[in-house]
């Protein structure tokens, strides 16, 4: 079932996001959302930035309408958080949540897209 995120701080009427609860994030469903280049390089800049990022703050080279599904897909498939804060979507990684349902998982598809990066001179 999906958990609205919206802040205990938030005023009333402020918009919210679904997320699925802990138990309902799939093994599958995380894989298939890091398959794809641009999500894992969204998911790279939130684990290095250890906290919450702008949409804006992750340079991604395609336009506007994509970034916002790439960002949707690691929502609804329990990669990541969103949460508004004013006017802005910030964003974190669900580390926690992911540790606990999957150990080891992140860390090393974080460890294999550093090293893939190093190996094609990306870094």
């Not at 894989?31 to 998911?43: E, K, S």
């Amino acid at each position: 079932m999906p958990t609205d995120t919206t802040s205990p701080r938030a005023p009333s009427g402020s918009r919210s996001l679904e997320h699925p609860a802990r138990e309902d994030i799939r093994i599958a469903e995380v894989l298939h959302a890091l398959a794809d280049p641009m999500r894992l390089r969204i998911v790279r800049a939130l684990a290095a930035a250890e906290g919450e990022l702008n949409c804006a703050d992750i340079e991604l080279p395609v336009s506007k309408s994509t970034c916002t599904h790439h960002f949707r897909v690691l929502r609804e498939h329990g990669v990541i958080q969103q949460l508004y804060r004013g006017t802005a979507k910030m964003n974190g990684l669900r580390r926690a949540d992911l540790d606990e349902l999957f150990p080891g998982l992140i860390d090393g598809v974080l460890r294999g897209a550093e090293l893939q990066a190093r190996r094609l001179g990306e870094e």
